[in-house]
């Protein structure tokens, strides 16, 4: 294995450590280090909780901690690898780029450079002290790309977040590989095990999901975090807030058109979500229907800064043609398919991207991510999950 070969095994690592902060370090961004001594791992850190220690903290004191009586030594013969640049700026913890220094480590690299404009003015000012002090700095341009994009990825709701005061929105579909999200035997599931703890961790990382009442009536759905945080590989978790968009039907004629009503279930269990038990919350949760639904949601979903939206095909189909929506996470079953059959596969991939595009009435949409969820029993099917977006909002 090529030296670089070393370099991008430990950015994938710093990226699943990173993601182990995904539930509480929001609105920071999620981050993972490595430290690592001859191709070992000396220690390892990730961002945990906006406002606790950065991953490159917790990574050197992991590595001490592993080696109190030489760390200083091993640490100047390292390289440190993050998956975003580190701070140079005082926010609530110092800047990290002060304990990079202070341990003279050999190489520094980094896999995503931090838009914040707040590192700008101290940027170049730091850099030269590294280098003086003699750590080599590699950066996301001598990174392979394709490393490159899927660790910007990681933070695409954090960079979102940063030029916009609009929610990111995930849609999440369920479909077969015709395209259609209603499952054709009754309990059964359409996606395999596999793919729902996935949907699970998902729902762990918004903060709000909406959903449709004719969901709510047909399903009986928890839409809760069932998984534990073991399985789900999360520090922490936690149920976003749910929102079911309900059409109304109590009010005279003229409002009748004019009125959705938006109902949060109250007392909302682990397993039941009962539509008796569904209410208006307050007032403010009664929004005039304005010419579409994103002017008429804007306001209520500013509060949510990440939004999943996992309904039927009605309500999936409002969103989509509405541009409602920065992502959508879409499983594929591939019951009864082939899948070793490539160009079928790409047929339902194409098949599947034409029907969002169709919808959406925009040729920019694309697949950016595309993997197999593998599954564990031998009945069940392997699915295909793509991840749609428009290219040029990436
Ligand atoms: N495969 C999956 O991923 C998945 C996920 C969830 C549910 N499902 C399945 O989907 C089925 C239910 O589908 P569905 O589409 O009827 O249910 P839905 O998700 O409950 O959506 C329909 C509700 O949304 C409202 N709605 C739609 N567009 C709207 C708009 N522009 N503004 C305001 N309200 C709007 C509808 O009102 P109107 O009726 O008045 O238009 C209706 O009340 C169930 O069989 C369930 O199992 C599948």
Known sequence: MSPSNFDEKFLHECFRLAKLGETQAFPNPIVGTVIVHNNLILGKGFHRKSG?????????????????????????????????????????????????????????????????????????????????????????????????????YLNRVFFHKLESELPWINIKIASYADGSMITKVSDQWITNSNSRKEVHRLRSVNDLLITGINTVKMDNPSLNVRY??????????????????????????????????????????????????????????????????FNSLQEYLKKYPRIILEAGPKLTSSFIKEGLFNEITHYISLKGIDYNNHRLVQNIKASILDQHKVLRGNESLQIIKEEFIPTNNISDNLDLKITVADKTEQ
């Open 228 to 293: 534990s945080k073991v399985e789900l590989k999360l520090n922490d978790i936690k149920n976003p807030d749910l929102l079911i968009l309900k059409k109304t039907q109590d009010f005279s004629e003229k409002e009748r058109r004019k009125l959705n009503i938006f109902t949060e279930a109250e007392n909302r269990t682990i397993n039941e979500l009962k539509v008796s038990k569904l209410k208006p919350k307050s007032p403010g949760d009664k929004v005039i229907l304005e010419d579409n639904l």
């Open 52 to 152: 606790e220690a950065h991953a490159e903290v917790n990574a050197i004191q992991d590595a001490i901690a592993r080696n109190p009586s030489n760390y200083e030594k091993l640490l100047s013969e390292s390289d440190i690898y993050v998956s975003l640049e580190p701070c140079n700026h005082h926010g609530k913890t110092p800047p990290c780029i002060d304990l990079i220094k202070k341990y003279k480590f050999k190489r520094l690299i980094f896999s995503t450079r931090d838009p914040n404009p707040d590192l700008n003015s101290a940027r170049e000012a730091s850099y030269k002290e590294l280098l003086k002090n003699g750590t080599e700095i590699i950066g996301p341009k001598k990174i392979s790309q394709e490393t490159k994009i899927e660790s910007d």
